[in-house]
């Protein structure tokens, strides 16, 4: 999957997603990572950690 804005031809890939046989591994680095800074995790803090860890990655 890929977030891409742009005409046909000179489009701009803002995000891609990672292969499907990296996905449990990335999930397990995320989690790991969010684990790092707190015991407890809301629904909240994942959708919140998640998109600083990708401005990070």
């Given at each position: 999957m890929q977030v891409?804005?742009?005409m046909f031809g000179r489009e701009k890939v803002y995000y891609r997603a990672p292969e499907v046989e990296k996905?449990?591994?990335e999930m397990k680095t995320?989690?790991?990572w969010l684990r790092?800074?707190?015991k407890e995790v809301t629904l909240q803090d994942l959708v919140d950690k998640y998109f600083a860890?990708?401005?990070?990655g």
């Open positions: 891409v804005s742009g996905v449990l591994v995320f989690i790991d790092f800074f707190q860890f990708l401005e990070m």
